[in-house]
C-alpha cells in the first residue's frame, strides 16, 4: 500500500485509490498529483489494504472500482459507525441498474462507469466533495423511475421532527456557539480535532445545516438552550 504526504493547500482534496486495477491505479495517482487541488493520501489494491489504514488516512473521497468485495460493506459499515465522514466514487465496471441502485443506498454519491474519461473522474471528485452527485444520463433516469415509485407510498412531513442530540453533541454546540475553533474545542473536552471535527460534521447533516452558525441558530429554534 502506497501513503504520501507533502505540504499541499488547505483546500486540497484528500484522496484515498481502493482500486484493484493497478493500470488504473497508477494512472490516477499520477493524474491526481498534477492537480494542486487533489492529494492523494493513500493507494492501494484490496489486498494490501486494511479499513483501518483507509480510515485513518482522513480521506475526504474514497475512490474505488467494484463493490463487489468484502471491503465495500466492511468500510460503509465502519463510516456508519462515526469513524469517518467520507464521499464515494464507485469507477463500475457494468451499468446495471441494480447495482447501482445497491450502490446510493450504501452511500455512494459519484457513480462512474469503465468508459469514463481522466476528466470525468477528477470532476466526479470534486463534485461529490462540495456535495454534489454524479451519475451517467442513462442511470439517472432509473433514479427518478425509482423514487416516482415510492413517492406515493412516502407521506410528506410538512413539520421537520426535532433532532435528538446527545449530550456530547449539545456540549459541542454550546462551545461552537461561543465562537471556539475545532482546536479549542477538541482541548476543552480532551477529545482529538479529528473527532470534533466528525462529530460537528454529522450535527451539520443531522439539522440539514450548511454552516455551524446555521446549525447553532436551528437547534435554538427547536428549543435547544444553547447560549452564546
Not at 488504473?24 to 491526481?32: D, H, P, T
Not at 423511475?145 to 407521506?155: L, N, S
Not at 450535527?203 to 445545516?209: E, G, R
Request: with cysteine.
Amino acid at each position: 500500500m502506497g501513503s504520501m504526504s507533502e505540504l499541499v493547500p488547505s483546500s486540497s482534496i484528500r484522496t484515498f485509490l481502493l482500486i484493484e486495477n493497478r493500470l488504473l491505479r497508477e494512472a490516477l495517482v499520477r493524474l491526481f498529483s498534477k492537480r494542486s487541488d487533489l492529494l492523494v493520501v493513500g493507494q492501494s489494491g484490496y489486498a494490501e489494504a486494511t479499513a483501518v489504514a483507509v480510515l485513518d488516512s482522513q480521506c475526504d473521497v474514497l475512490v474505488i472500482d467494484s463493490l463487489q468485495t468484502p471491503w465495500f460493506s466492511a468500510l460503509t459499515a465502519t463510516e456508519n459507525a462515526d469513524r469517518a465522514s467520507f464521499k464515494m466514487v464507485v469507477i463500475a465496471r457494468e451499468s446495471d441498474e441494480k447495482h447501482f441502485l445497491a450502490a446510493i443506498r450504501a452511500g455512494v454519491t459519484g457513480y462512474l462507469l469503465q468508459d469514463a474519461s481522466a476528466s470525468d473522474v477528477v470532476a466526479a471528485v470534486r463534485a461529490v466533495y462540495r456535495g454534489e452527485a454524479v451519475c451517467p444520463p442513462q442511470l439517472c433516469s432509473t433514479l427518478f423511475r425509482f423514487v416516482a415509485q415510492m413517492g406515493p407510498e412516502t407521506p410528506v412531513q410538512t413539520v421537520a421532527s426535532k433532532p435528538d442530540l446527545t449530550l456530547r453533541q449539545q456540549q459541542l454546540v454550546a462551545l461552537v456557539a461561543k465562537g471556539l475553533t475545532n482546536k479549542e474545542i477538541a482541548s476543552r473536552l480532551n477529545l482529538s480535532e479529528f473527532t470534533v471535527r466528525n462529530h460537528i460534521h454529522r450535527i451539520l447533516k443531522q439539522v440539514d445545516a450548511e454552516s455551524r452558525s446555521q446549525a447553532v441558530e436551528t437547534i435554538r429554534s427547536y428549543g435547544y438552550s444553547i447560549s452564546s
